[in-house]
């Protein structure tokens, strides 16, 4: 029995697939519908950098493919040519590390000011006496070790670059000062040494003082420290950078170690941890939809969003809908009293002011320190409580229609009880509406959640992501920042993907109630 059953289920299901495919706007609605369910799904592969608090570039940068239009052909790209952790040994690998009695090994130990590497290297360097001192600037300086690593660079000279390390010596031996060094050799084999002292100014070398052994030190060198160095080359120099790296081709990126050896010392050494290596070329486009403000990654934030929007809808739409079959089921089957509360309810329902409501619950949820931590489970049951009684007045009307037809009275004449009734003939012909219902409520239910965040009711400084709060983030610049461009890239696609996605689910609920519905259905 159970297999007729399974038989008879595939069956409906394959002409209901059938009968669904002959409609063009529901197979476009959903094939806009999966594709935004993947981007919720797969969203940590596809935008694994974090949407909020986690600048990634400069403020306001356009998307990379943006500069296909004239008026911003000459933006530089945003690039990371290294961007180096040591987590494992081929990070190691990827950098030709030279020394005299070198040993390298990969360490657990990370620094606290780049918690997304998960590793260190750990060099030790040891050198003779007779050791040749290799530094104009840096009097009987010699290098301890150097790491370098190659990197091709294309497009327009970037404005600005920032070069930043993290390293703990963790031992100094017959050693009186430890120096780095960075040196950027470019494709016509010219070279550029820039290093600056902690006090920020740019000189020969960034200094490691004794005090600092056992501790991380950052360091951290934008190119804006350039023009204020006095050195000629960049002395009336606007964007220095560009004078550095300002031609197509492969560079090489050298960090040197360098030590002065103690006086009358024979021989010495040194070890350190090396946490990150990072040379980030700054221009004015990055990425596939640019950033925002603080320089967060909008292409993730509309990735990650898409889970809240999806989320919302789906849950309140389902959870509504399911709440009010079972109610109208119930009401216009059994009539009588039951029938009669539940359009006294749905009557209390539709007299209540429902945006206005919805906000005032929504802001005493978020003003609770505790709710706020769920504010979305709490919308989505909201969303079902406020909803539910109008989906129950229709099924309840279809079940009536239903229940008063001649079949099913022969089907109680013939012996046939509640049970058989509700499942051979009332659910069978209930079920179209239920469909398109969900269908046509997610849509709504989408919309009003990015309402809500819009309004920064759900928001509240919580480090969450959705498509309304990026409208509502967006709003200011969008409307008075000509500068930005009114950040254009910001603002459409959460705006786009509200509208899309609200209108795929209608397109769907239209094409289901057209199959299920007898006076639309397609003969």
């Keep these: 029995m159970s297999s007729g059953r399974g038989r008879g ?43 909020v608090d986690h600048q990634v570039a400069a403020q306001f940068d356009i998307p990379a493919w943006g500069t296909i239009f004239p008026q911003y052909r000459n933006v530089a790209i945003d690039q990371t040519p290294i961007n180096s952790g040591f987590g494992t040994q081929q990070d190691v690998s990827a950098w030709n590390i030279v020394g005299t009695n070198l040993s390298s090994s990969i360490s657990p130990a990370t620094s606290p000011s780049s918690p997304a590497f998960t590793g260190s290297v750990l060099i030790n360097s040891s050198f003779p006496a007779n050791l040749t001192a290799s530094d104009p600037y840096l009097p009987n300086g010699v290098v301890l070790f150097s790491m370098s690593q190659s990197f091709k660079f294309t497009g327009a000279p970037p404005p600005h670059f920032d070069l930043t390390t993290s390293v703990e010596p963790i031992r100094m031996q017959n050693i009186s000062l430890l120096y780095l060094n960075f040196i950027i050799f470019n494709p016509s084999g010219g070279n550029y040494t820039l290093s600056s002292t902690t006090s920020g100014t740019l000189a020969s070398t960034i200094e490691i003082l004794r005090t600092g052994i056992g501790q991380w030190d950052v360091v951290d060198l ?43 010392a024979t021989t010495g050494s040194v070890s350190m941890y090396v946490n990150t290596v990072n ?12 950033t925002d403000n603080l320089g967060n990654d909008v292409w993730s934030q509309l990735v990650w969003g898409s889970r809240i929007s999806m989320m919302v809808g789906i849950a309140a739409g389902l959870g509504s809908v399911l709440i009010g079959a079972l109610a109208g089921i119930a009401a216009g089957y059994v009539g009588g009293l039951f029938s009669d509360v539940l359009e006294r309810v749905t009557d209390f329902f539709l007299v209540l002011p429902f945006l206005p409501l919805l906000i005032i619950i929504t802001s005493i949820i978020a003003a609770n320190p505790v709710l706020i931590q769920t504010v979305y489970v709490w919308i989505i049951l909201v969303f079902v409580v406020l909803s539910w009684p109008f989906i129950a007045i229709l099924i309840r009307a279809q079940t009536v229609s239903i229940k008063e037809r001649q079949y099913v009275e022969a089907s109680r004449a013939l012996g046939g009880g509640t049970g058989h009734v509700l499942r051979k003939h009332i659910l069978p012909n209930v079920m179209g509406l239920v469909y398109s219902q969900v269908a046509l409520n997610v849509s709504g239910f989408i919309l009003l959640d990015a309402a809500l965040d819009f309004l920064s009711i759900a928001n ?39 509208a899309l996605l609200s209108l795929a689910f209608v397109l769907v609920g239209y094409a289901l109630d057209a199959i299920f519905n007898p006076r639309l259905r397609a003969r």
């Design 279 to 290: 040379l980030h070329l700054s221009g004015g486009a990055y990425g596939i939809l640019g």
């Design 9 to 51: 289920f595939l069956g409906d299901f394959k002409r209901l697939t059938k009968q669904f495919a002959k409609s063009k706007i529901g197979v476009i609605g959903l094939a806009v519908i999966v594709f935004y369910v993947c981007l919720a799904i797969f969203s940590a592969q596809l935008a694994p950098i974090p949407p």
């Design 222 to 264: 934008p190119s804006g420290l350039l023009p204020a160095s006095g050195i000629p080359a960049y002395a009336d120099a606007a964007y220095p950078s560009g004078i550095i790296i300002n031609q197509t081709g492969t560079y090489q990126f050298e960090m040197q170690v360098m030590g002065v050896p103690a006086a009358r």
């Design 460 to 498: 509240h400084g919580r480090p969450v992501i959705s498509w309304g709060i990026m409208l509502s983030n967006a709003l200011p610049y969008a409307t008075g920042a000509p500068l930005e461009s009114y950040v254009w890239w910001w603002f459409l696609p959460p705006g786009i993907s509200i």
